[in-house]
């Protein structure tokens, strides 16, 4: 991408049609809502949303040790990932920090794909060629100026997707599969994955079949979703977001707070201890008590919760800081937030420093919030 140059996904057009409100993120023109937030969010808990995340990257990895190799670079046991399945991986620096967190699916003994963030493509494009075998026994292609990704996520978003691409083109949780033949002759493949907490796809195309993909769901009754819901649709479900709740030390942008690591994320799955990778040394050295990521509830009414908000106890003394937060379309706009806590426990009541006039009560809870 050259520099200060934006760039347009393939539905650019379909988003200018729809009259989007469209922003730049992470140099990419894309929208932020079409209607509001808050209902595009309430449409895809109930029915069926979709979203343009072809910022998002899109690596091919080959070769006969491909999956020994993603592994000693992965705090993920990808040797334990079984073909047509995906799963949830971090990659640590050398001091154990996390550069970036990504979805992967393992097509074959010989194959995977992975999705890395869109403000991280070419700092982990550089990052993994690094890393590759000196044998040039695991090669890596970028494939995403050529892809789209089309997420359709929400309750409904099974019976629209098999009323557009029929039943066979169907995906369990975390499943992955080549699109099989359908009634619009697109290609590509689909996958049991996304990003809201509820039931979906993410559908991998190439840049030629996006339009006709996008407008024939949303005939079949998909509503158009921006960022701005994505955001709080994640934050619902407590997922982390690269960038913002971590950072990797060595970028420009990143803040000594928010350097992290997997221990740190305290995030429930994507962690494998019983391997060998990058960065393993930083995760067993913490003390029970450090500071490690929760959620935050509002118990009453007050200034929203906004990232980097103090968190005190009733002490008045300063136990974190929230990395993200938001009122929660979900819970009639009750305020929530996750950050880095030292010393709680699920169901201490805390107070987060919403403004300098005012601190809100909260209570610490495990995420997911919905």
């Known amino acids: 991408m050259a520099s200060g140059e934006l760039v347009r996904t393939a539905l650019y057009d379909e988003h200018v049609a729809l009259e989007a409100n469209i922003v730049d993120f992470h140099g990419f023109e894309l929208p932020i809502w079409y209607s509001n937030i808050k209902e595009e969010h309430l449409a895809t808990r109930s029915g069926a949303g979709m979203f343009d995340v072809s910022h998002m990257g899109t690596f091919r990895f080959t070769g006969p040790k491909v999956k020994d190799w993603l592994e000693s670079v992965a705090t993920q046991k990808v ?4 073909d047509g399945r995906c799963a949830y991986t971090h990659f640590l620096d050398g001091d154990g920090y996390i550069i970036d967190d990504m979805i992967f699916a393992v097509v074959s003994e010989q194959e995977i794909l992975g999705v890395p963030n869109a403000s991280m493509i070419s700092v982990m494009w550089d990052w993994l060629r690094d890393k590759l075998p000196v044998d040039n026994s695991v090669i890596i292609e970028d494939l995403s100026p050529k892809m789209s990704i089309i997420a359709l996520q929400g309750p409904k978003s ?6 557009v691409l029929g039943n ?3 995906v369990g949780r975390f499943r992955w599969q080549q699109i099989m033949t359908n009634p619009l002759g697109v290609s590509g493949w689909i996958q049991g994955t996304g990003y809201t907490g509820e039931s979906g796809y993410e559908i991998f195309i190439p840049n030629s079949d996006a339009a006709k993909l996008w407008r024939s769901l949303i005939d079949a009754g998909a509503t158009p979703v921006g960022l701005g819901a ?13 960038g913002v709740d971590f950072c990797w030390p060595q970028l420009d942008d990143s803040t000594e707070f928010l350097a992290r690591d997997s221990w740190e994320t305290n995030v429930p799955f994507g962690l494998d201890m019983d391997h060998d990778f990058i960065g393993k040394s930083r995760l067993e050295s913490h003390d029970p008590n450090d500071a490690r990521w929760w ?8 200034p929203l919760p906004r990232p980097g908000k103090d968190v005190v106890n009733f002490a008045g003394e300063t136990i974190g800081r929230l990395s993200s937060g938001a009122p929660s379309p979900s819970l009639g706009n009750v305020g929530i937030g996750i950050g880095y806590l030292q010393g709680v426990s699920e169901g201490d009541e805390v107070m987060v420093v919403a403004s300098p006039r005012k601190s809100v009560k909260a209570v610490v809870v495990r995420p997911p919030f919905v």
């Open 79 to 82: 040797t334990s990932i079984s």
């Open 158 to 163: 099974e019976q629209l997707l098999t009323s």
């Open 168 to 170: 066979e083109n169907h």
């Open 230 to 242: 994505r955001d709080t649709l994640r934050l619902e479900k407590g997922y982390l977001l690269s």
């Open 295 to 302: 959620g935050v509830k509002y118990t009453e009414k007050g």
